[in-house]
């Protein structure tokens, strides 16, 4: 028997079965997936009226509006400023059109929101709002200038992306307020993740620091804000480092964003 056995395998024709194909490693329990869709939350002063426009269409024209879920501008301007986007919101698709919502902040909440420290409030208590896993933040200033979707601001890991910059002498203090304000003992003068828009901002995560600074501080999240924040950076246009709630930073990578500002510039973006 043994003997038949050899000479089948000696012959020529006879050609060895190919091997099977590795089998496809399943899924990490640990790996996350980028999220389908996001929302957008922008912020317009009466004097941004056509900036906003123009944002509205940059969107209309190059973002993936099936990865978007809504699109919300919260008008400091009043009715004149609400009534000219409106208008304008006449000339978009109606894919867009229709998850287009046009607010005041004081249906977000009550209260003088026109400043700096405002605005920033405004921008985190809306996550209370958002119905996706991550919300988009942007100023009036930011606009599409190539075909983006959701999952342009995500690694193939699902984890959000960010840069990482210097810190500037003025926004040092309020980096420095909130390691203190968490018991971080961390430097101040290292990079950080970026005070100007745009920046993703993780919705779960959002809602957990406002619960714990004002755990912290024995007063509401805006009253605590307040008064750790009180004046420094009061006439910039960037946004308080405890104000990011993206996740830890792992690996960094050189990517190009879909976005552009009048003070855009070459930055290192990061993985996160």
Same mark, same amino acid.
């Not at 420095?176 to 950080?192: K, N, Q, T």
């Given at each position: 028997?043994?003997?038949?056995?050899?000479?089948?395998?000696?012959?020529?024709?006879?050609?060895?079965?190919?091997? /099977?194909?590795?089998?496809?490693?399943?899924? %990490? #329990?640990?790996?996350?997936? +980028?999220?389908?869709?996001?929302? *957008?939350?922008?912020?317009?002063?009466?004097? =941004? *009226?056509?900036?906003?426009?123009?944002? $509205?269409?940059?969107? =209309?024209?190059?973002?993936?509006? =099936?990865? $978007?879920?809504?699109?919300?501008?919260?008008?400091?301007? &009043?009715?004149?400023?609400?009534?000219?986007?409106?208008?304008? +919101?006449?000339? $978009?698709?109606?894919?867009?059109?229709?998850?287009?919502?046009?607010?005041?902040?004081?249906?977000?909440?009550?209260?003088?929101?026109?400043?700096?420290? &405002?605005?920033?409030? $405004?921008?985190? @208590?809306?996550?209370?709002?958002?119905?996706? %896993?991550?919300?988009?933040?942007?100023?009036?200033?930011?606009?599409?200038?190539?075909?983006?979707?959701?999952?342009?601001?995500? =690694?193939?890991? &699902?984890?959000?992306?960010?840069?990482?910059?210097?810190?500037?002498?003025?926004?040092?203090?309020?980096? @420095? #307020?909130?390691?203190?304000?968490?018991?971080?003992? +961390?430097?101040?003068?290292?990079? *950080?993740?970026?005070? @100007?828009?745009?920046?993703?901002?993780?919705?779960?995560?959002?809602?957990?620091?406002?619960?714990?600074? &004002?755990?912290?501080?024995? *007063?509401?999240?805006?009253? +605590?804000?307040?008064?750790?924040? /009180?004046?420094?950076?009061?006439?910039?246009?960037?946004?308080?480092?405890?104000?990011? #709630?993206?996740?830890?930073?792992?690996?960094?990578?050189?990517?190009?964003?879909?976005?552009?500002?009048?003070?855009?510039?070459?930055?290192?973006?990061?993985?996160?």
């Amino acid at each position: 028997m043994f003997e038949r056995v050899r000479r089948r395998l000696r012959r020529p024709d006879r050609q060895a079965r190919p091997a /099977p194909p590795n089998p496809t490693p399943a899924p %990490s #329990a640990t790996q996350r997936r +980028a999220p389908d869709q996001i929302e *957008v939350l922008s912020i317009a002063f009466e004097l =941004d *009226v056509r900036l906003c426009q123009l944002q $509205l269409t940059s969107f =209309d024209r190059f973002f993936d509006l =099936d990865s $978007l879920a809504r699109f919300t501008v919260l008008v400091n301007g &009043g009715e004149p400023v609400l009534e000219e986007l409106r208008r304008h +919101a006449e000339t $978009l698709r109606p894919q867009l059109r229709d998850k287009l919502v046009l607010m005041e902040p004081h249906e977000l909440r009550g209260g003088d929101f026109n400043s700096w420290r &405002g605005q920033q409030i $405004l921008k985190l @208590i809306f996550s209370r709002r958002v119905e996706t %896993s991550h919300y988009l933040v942007l100023d009036a200033k930011n606009h599409l200038i190539k075909p983006a979707t959701a999952g342009d601001w995500f =690694d193939e890991q &699902g984890r959000a992306r960010t840069t990482i910059i210097p810190t500037s002498n003025l926004m040092r203090p309020l980096l @420095i #307020a909130s390691y203190e304000v968490f018991g971080l003992d +961390a430097d101040p003068m290292a990079p *950080v993740m970026p005070t @100007i828009t745009p920046y993703l901002m993780h919705t779960r995560l959002t809602r957990a620091m406002m619960r714990e600074v &004002g755990q912290r501080a024995g *007063v509401p999240f805006v009253r +605590a804000f307040k008064r750790n924040y /009180p004046q420094v950076g009061s006439s910039s246009s960037t946004t308080p480092t405890c104000c990011s #709630a993206s996740a830890r930073s792992t690996t960094t990578t050189t990517t190009t964003c879909p976005t552009a500002s009048r003070s855009s510039r070459p930055t290192r973006r990061t993985r996160t």
